[in-house]
């Protein structure tokens, strides 16, 4: 068995239910603590609902300073990604044990395997790679590891780059371990990501006997209207890099139980998918107008989950797009599609964030698997793309 495979199973064998870490990011740091890394735990929450997150980094030095010299301004490539995993579903609808790794035609099987325990392994492994090949060279390089990514999101990536802006890291370039691909790793990368806008609506009514209307207001009859033209609005048109922002319920409950009942309020919950051609400021205009020109007496909260962002092109893309031409043989697609992810907190203190990793697939899904060749192909790909921004860092020493 692979060193790879190896360190895949150990991580997919802890049962690391969001927020819980379960000893995977001290498994990951079995194998960072001998390169030179130096790591900080950065913690939220308490108990069972504890959130893990480590800060790990190994500065470089300049090639021509001694051992006591201060660290060279050298480039910096962060690592980032989760250990904790979604809930399994019933275990019986499984093949196998979810957290008992096993094989089968040529797959790996348990929760985590694509998402996202395996690039991690492909990570680490890559960078020992590396070091072992360049014991000396011009590239900072980084982990940001969390516990807290498939569950709400507030005690994880955000406090750690809440931290490093706090004392002003300084973070070049950065690769999300997120599963993107399709069919076969590499041939889709995801180089930004929609922003998220919720919305919890309330239409305020009056309830009342359902045989005498007269003396009631339906709060369901009267947001009808404004919820067609909610529905058929065009928020905008996207971009280059965007599909059109989207605008979708996705509960809408009101009513006592009763079928002779007239509800006296209807809750609507919705959300934008947005991309950059809207602002959220725009978009709580525009539903408020709305709202306010059907006369509806309403609350709405809101709630920002993530604002877009993109990488274009740069050494980044280009170092991802080579690395993946080189070990896949493709041509890798640009995709901004799909939900958020961490990389919407990395962004605001990082300016090259793209996402990496495996077939998506079966992430989340019973029997969640990832194919053995997949995984070592993604390994190789890290690796390259490392070799690459170590040149571009070398250069930028080089450069007066």
């Given at each position: 068995?692979?060193?790879?495979?190896?360190?895949?199973?150990?991580?997919?064998?802890?049962v690391s239910l969001t927020p819980n870490d379960?000893?995977?990011?001290?498994?990951?740091?079995?194998?960072?603590?001998?390169?030179?890394?130096?790591?900080?735990?950065?913690?939220?929450?308490?108990?069972?609902?504890?959130?893990?997150?480590?800060?790990?980094?190994?500065?470089?030095?300049?090639?021509?300073?001694?051992?006591?010299?201060?660290?060279?301004?050298?480039?910096?490539?962060?690592?980032?990604?989760?250990?904790?995993?979604?809930?399994?579903?019933?275990?019986?609808?499984?093949?196998?044990?979810?957290?008992?790794?096993?094989?089968?035609?040529?797959?790996?099987?348990?929760?985590?395997?694509?998402?996202?325990?395996?690039?991690?392994?492909?990570?680490?492994?890559?960078?020992?790679?590396?070091?072992?090949?360049?014991?000396?060279?011009?590239?900072?390089?980084?982990?940001?590891?969390?516990?807290?990514?498939?569950?709400?999101?507030?005690?994880?990536?955000?406090?750690?780059?809440?931290?490093?802006?706090?004392?002003?890291?300084?973070?070049?370039?950065?690769?999300?371990?997120?599963?993107?691909?399709?069919?076969?790793?590499?041939?889709?990368?995801?180089?930004?990501?929609?922003?998220?806008?919720?919305?919890?609506?309330?239409?305020?009514?009056?309830?009342?006997?359902?045989?005498?209307?007269?003396?009631?207001?339906?709060?369901?009859?009267?947001?009808?209207?404004?919820?067609?033209?909610?529905?058929?609005?065009?928020?905008?048109?996207?971009?280059?890099?965007?599909?059109?922002?989207?605008?979708?319920?996705?509960?809408?409950?009101?009513?006592?139980?009763?079928?002779?009942?007239?509800?006296?309020?209807?809750?609507?919950?919705?959300?934008?998918?947005?991309?950059?051609?809207?602002?959220?400021?725009?978009?709580?205009?525009?539903?408020?107008?709305?709202?306010?020109?059907?006369?509806?007496?309403?609350?709405?909260?809101?709630?920002?989950?993530?604002?877009?962002?993109?990488?274009?092109?740069?050494?980044?893309?280009?170092?991802?797009?080579?690395?993946?031409?080189?070990?896949?043989?493709?041509?890798?697609?640009?995709?901004?599609?799909?939900?958020t992810s961490d990389g919407r907190f990395i962004?605001?203190?990082?300016?090259?964030?793209?996402?990496?990793?495996?077939?998506?697939?079966?992430?989340?899904?019973?029997?969640?698997?990832?194919?053995?060749?997949?995984?070592?192909?993604?390994?190789?790909?890290?690796?390259?793309?490392?070799?690459?921004?170590?040149?571009?860092?070398?250069?930028?020493?080089?450069?007066?």
């Amino acid at each position: 068995m692979s060193e790879l495979l190896s360190l895949t199973e150990r991580l997919v064998a802890q049962v690391s239910l969001t927020p819980n870490d379960a000893g995977c990011q001290n498994i990951l740091l079995e194998y960072l603590k001998p390169l030179g890394f130096e790591t900080e735990w950065i913690y939220d929450g308490e108990d069972d609902l504890r959130v893990t997150n480590t800060w790990s980094i190994r500065k470089s030095k300049h090639p021509n300073s001694s051992a006591t010299d201060k660290v060279f301004n050298s480039k910096t490539l962060v690592f980032a990604g989760h250990t904790d995993v979604v809930p399994t579903g019933p275990i019986s609808k499984w093949d196998s044990d979810p957290f008992t790794p096993s094989y089968r035609e040529g797959h790996l099987y348990g929760r985590g395997t694509s998402d996202m325990k395996s690039s991690l392994a492909a990570m680490v492994l890559a960078t020992k790679a590396f070091y072992d090949n360049c014991p000396n060279p011009s590239l900072n390089i980084a982990f940001l590891i969390t516990s807290d990514e498939e569950g709400p999101a507030t005690g994880g990536t955000v406090k750690v780059c809440d931290a490093l802006k706090h004392r002003s890291e300084k973070l070049d370039w950065c690769i999300v371990g997120e599963p993107t691909a399709v069919e076969k790793t590499g041939d889709m990368i995801k180089n930004g990501r929609r922003g998220t806008l919720s919305g919890k609506l309330v239409i305020k009514g009056i309830q009342g006997h359902i045989a005498y209307p007269q003396l009631a207001k339906n709060p369901i009859h009267l947001f009808a209207p404004a919820m067609n033209e909610l529905v058929n609005t065009v928020w905008d048109k996207g971009n280059d890099y965007f599909q059109p922002t989207s605008w979708q319920i996705s509960n809408i409950h009101a009513g006592t139980g009763a079928s002779n009942v007239i509800p006296g309020e209807c809750v609507v919950d919705f959300n934008f998918r947005f991309c950059t051609e809207s602002s959220v400021e725009s978009l709580q205009s525009r539903v408020h107008a709305v709202l306010d020109h059907y006369s509806l007496e309403y609350d709405l909260k809101w709630t920002l989950g993530g604002m877009p962002f993109i990488t274009e092109e740069g050494d980044l893309v280009q170092a991802v797009r080579q690395a993946i031409k080189d070990v896949c043989l493709i041509d890798t697609e640009l995709s901004t599609s799909g939900g958020t992810s961490d990389g919407r907190f990395i962004s605001r203190i990082c300016n090259q964030v793209i996402e990496l990793g495996p077939p998506n697939s079966t992430i989340h899904k019973i029997n969640e698997r990832v194919r053995i060749e997949d995984l070592e192909k993604l390994k190789d790909v890290y690796y390259q793309i490392i070799l690459s921004l170590n040149s571009i860092s070398q250069a930028s020493l080089a450069t007066p």
